[in-house]
């Protein structure tokens, strides 16, 4: 892959003392050196980049596009300012650090910007696909991509996990077409899709770039890439849409701690005195109250507070984790269990995101509270790394089916069709809201009884209908001797069994 052209960190010029230019923005800062070969009469200066806008503008590197939609897309961010300023507010956390992993890898920095496109710089973004995170990972494509989903943590989520993950599946798809633009299509739209549309183009002799494509595509990819130009046109020329951007100092926002022990979340927010919101904006992986402990465990913070955190860690003589795990050996309702070992239902149901009328399936680990005589330690990290939650519907045991929403479908159509409820559907499947879009799968868990009366139900059709077809053919005379002796014969044993 070539290196593309980009602004590191620090970009090494050389400047004559008599040449030496007073004009020279403010924004950049300039410290000398000697460790670098000069010519004689020559002083070598290290240049660093302090604006972040500014190294994100010099690495671009992906081909302009230019078309209707484009520009369409540009209008439509450029006319809502708000939206587009709160998008940079969220992202300011984590932009440096995208930006500084792609100029490491020499990848243009024009991804940076995908996150606008993506979630919206919201790391906890669910989509109705159920792709999730920063970068809006499906979740097999993030295990395909080493992104662990367990029922403590989703590193689809995770800062760091899923930016490196981004950028390596980024990195594959650009070795696989050549091309970046096309490239953010098979982002979108799935790899074999594009190389799909690529022969299907190749067989007619048509051009085979994204905009030639695009007429193949699905309007959600067929507008992605016109969608992070219409940002970089903006972030390139603000002052061109009348915006003025929110300085972003070319600076890491957060760092990276090893935790070796568990903590609660809401402890390790106070221990590095930041507002619990904020704690979670860094490290929203996490998904329960307690952040497992070891070797490979590390959370975000601030520059500024890390240095506090670990001096409170150190000085804090209470426990550190409040948590412990249950594993359940039978199928049982969480009202139960609470009532068994003395906790209330619904924290349990709450730690463990068990929606009302589900019951915990055996094999299951789930969160509990720890007592006063459970031992300060660790959760085993086999335990963290592997424990699985199953539940199901009260009442009786179900089976999991996945269904393709058509065009006629709703919510309530769905829930009337297979006797369950819009909550129960929308819990199921992380919906926020009630509508759904076409082609969407979701996943039902239906029980097993009234499938198998289903069954029962149409087996009973059928040998009526047989028996029907024998009568009729037997008065018709169409049926053989033999043959009605075997009808004869059969009614027979019927009415000595009754």
Known sequence: MPHYANASTEDTLKLSKKLSDPRIESHSEFETTSDIEKNPGD?????????LWNRIRHGYAIPNLENQLVTYQTNWYSSRIDYLLRIIQRGSRYLYHVVDALDKRGMPTDLALLPFIESAFNPNAISTAKASGMWQFMPATGRDFNLRQTIFKDDRRGVLDSTEAALDYLQRLYNLFGDWQLALAAYNWGEGSVQRAIKRQQAMGLPIDFDSLSALMPNETKNYVPKLQAVKNIIGHPEQYNIVLPRLDNEPYFTSIKNGKDIDVHLAAKLAELPLSEFKAL???????????????????????ASIFESNFLSWKGSYSSWTTLSINKSERVETLANRFGYKPEILREVNAIPAKMIVKAGSTILVPKSAKSPDENIPVQIAEQAQLSIEKAGGSTRKIQIKVSR???????????????????????LRKDQLTFGQKLVLHIPKASTNTRIVKQKTVNSKSQLAKRITARKSGQLSTKTSKKVLASNSKKKTRS
């Open 408 to 430: 006629k479908d709703n919510l309530a159509s769905i829930a009337k069709r297979y006797k369950l409820t819009s909550d129960d559907i929308k819990s199921w499947n992380n």
């Open 283 to 305: 490290n929203p992986q996490f998904n329960r109250p307690v952040i497992t402990g070891g070797n490979s465990s590390s959370i975000l913070l601030p520059v500024e507070n």
């Open 43 to 51: 002083e070598v200066l290290i240049f660093t980049e302090s604006d």
